[in-house]
């Protein structure tokens, strides 16, 4: 070999080197950003179960509250209905008041008595 060939044959395995180098940098770089990717998957899975745990208390809270408005909206019917038979039961109660009072308007109010001198 040549001192010529040689000095070739230098150049092109220093070229090699480098590029091995620069590869070798870049697998380190590639295996730490994994590492990392790695870390925050686990987070986020971490994080994923916190949340589904934390949709599972909601789900739960809003099933009690159909409940609860279920269980109001029957109280508020059965009021309706108390309040519409109350009413029913005490309109003759209070169109004879009216009537006694003469309160039942003011064509069939009987005429005052003007008061006695004495």
Known sequence: MTD???ARFEVLLEDIQVQVGVM???HTMLVA???ELR????NLARSQVEVQAGLAVL???VAGLKTD???LKQGQADI???VHDLRVSLEPRVARIERHLGLEGPERRRAR????KR
Do not use: K, M
């Open 4 to 6: 010529n060939e040689r």
């Open 24 to 26: 070798a940098e870049g």
């Open 33 to 35: 950003g994994q590492a």
């Open 39 to 42: 870390a925050e998957v686990a």
């Open 59 to 61: 789900r739960a809270d």
């Open 69 to 71: 408005v279920a269980e």
């Open 80 to 82: 309706r209905a108390d």
């Open 113 to 116: 008595r003007p008061a006695a």
